[in-house]
């Protein structure tokens, strides 16, 4: 994830808005002023079900590099997962949908996280979220990598070092962590996000101006086709941080159709670049997908949140799922090496059958990220966020 932010970060409580006038539906909010929020978002509520759907999210990806795809899963297998498992496996090639799961997701927590933030304060909180975890992961799959190299081959000493700047994908170095490509996206959403909005500081109508602008952009960006406007402008992934960001303003500020109408948009574009990224007419092999399956899972995905967003699962407020998003970000980061090489010492090793494989390895992997969210992220994750605002003692000249 964070696969990760939020990408895979915790949702984190929702403030109140001052006590003014919500706009007529349809229409912005008048110069200078902010619109007041609905009365359900009380100061410290948490959205605990957006906990759960990021978890759901990660186990979707988990369960595709698992289960529904070739490649170095198979060498653990000892065959392709399609003759492992012949109806999972048919499911769990729609995993790696997790992703743009994930995506509006994001949009929906970063936008909420950074209400009411400085630009210093959104860097801090990025910075100390994302890495402690990150580096964690890049040693325990690279001491596995060491372990056992047929399943995660180790890299160079100065192609590791540069994984802990988590800018390696740009600077064409191999990844340590197989998911990282997704860090990259959200950084750069991040950057976008934080330029063009948070700068300022957050409000109604930067975040709808930045959504409609963000939106026109990724389409000329397909019509431009260069490789630099598509890492700037991220056109394959842009709509579902959009949509995320257009739901987060429906659930403090109530529905409004400008706001579904760039709901509505960004499930367009997401959709057709889903199916044409997952499906071309012909395909065929162990792994075959449904275009209108993806298209399905895509407007799921939407919906789900949409649901968060719209207040009806305040009554899924159980504690359990605030731990079971705090495990999501770890889990993400290390599931994949990591599980193939679970998976090829119970099953090829010990010779486990495959289902308590899964299962155990699944758990296992889980049980791991606790423990990194636990010994990792609490404790380093805050002393990183205060050691970056410490700010320098001022020189004061003597005369």
């Not at 992703?99 to 996280?113: K, N």
């Not at 990598?145 to 000493?157: A, E, G, I, N």
């Amino acid at each position: 994830m964070n696969p990760a932010d939020q990408t895979l970060a915790p949702a984190s409580t929702v403030g109140a808005l001052p006590a003014e006038r919500l706009p007529a539906p349809g229409t912005l909010p008048a110069p200078g002023t902010v619109p007041a929020s609905p009365a359900r978002k009380r100061t410290g509520d948490r959205l605990r079900a957006l906990d759960g759907l990021r978890l759901l999210a990660a186990l979707m990806v988990c369960l595709y590099h698992f289960a529904g795809k070739n490649g170095e899963v198979a060498d653990s297998w000892h065959r392709s997962p399609a003759g492992v498992f012949p109806t999972l496996s048919q499911a769990a090639t729609y995993g790696c949908l997790g992703v743009q799961f994930f995506f509006v997701i994001s949009g929906f927590v970063i936008c909420m996280s950074s209400w009411g933030r400085t630009l210093g304060d959104f860097f801090r909180s990025r910075v100390s979220r994302l890495y402690p975890a990150y580096w964690a992961a890049l040693f325990l799959v690279g001491a596995a990598s060491v372990l056992l190299p047929v399943v995660v081959h180790p890299l160079r000493s100065d192609e590791f070092l540069m994984n802990f700047t988590m800018l390696q994908q740009p600077m064409g170095v191999p990844r340590v962590l197989g998911v990282c490509w997704t860090l990259w996206v959200e950084m750069r959403f991040y950057v976008l996000f934080a330029l063009f909005v948070i700068w300022r500081g957050v409000t109604y109508r930067r975040v709808v101006t930045f959504c409609i602008l963000w939106t026109l952009a990724g389409v000329l960006a397909r019509v431009a086709d260069t490789p630099l406007t598509d890492e700037l402008v991220m056109r394959d992934h842009a709509p579902y941080f959009i949509g995320g960001l257009a739901l987060y303003l429906i659930h403090r500020f109530g529905s409004d159709l400008l706001l579904w109408g760039i709901v509505g948009m960004s499930f367009l574009l997401g959709q057709r670049y889903s199916v044409t990224a997952l499906w071309h007419p012909g395909m065929h092999g162990d792994f075959p997908r449904d275009p209108h399956v993806v298209q399905g899972i895509v407007f799921l995905s939407f919906a789900a949140v949409a649901v968060v967003a719209l207040g009806w699962m305040r009554w899924a407020n159980w504690r359990w799922l605030t731990v079971a998003g705090a495990l999501t970000y770890p889990f993400y980061l290390i599931h994949e090496h990591l599980g193939w090489f679970v998976i090829r010492v119970l099953h090829r090793g010990v010779g486990l059958g495959a289902y308590p494989t899964l299962v155990l390895t699944v758990a296992g992997l889980l049980g791991l990220a606790w423990l990194m969210h636990r010994f990792v992220e609490r404790p380093f994750g805050p002393r990183l966020k205060r050691a970056l605002a410490t700010k320098r003692p001022r020189i004061v000249p003597v005369r």
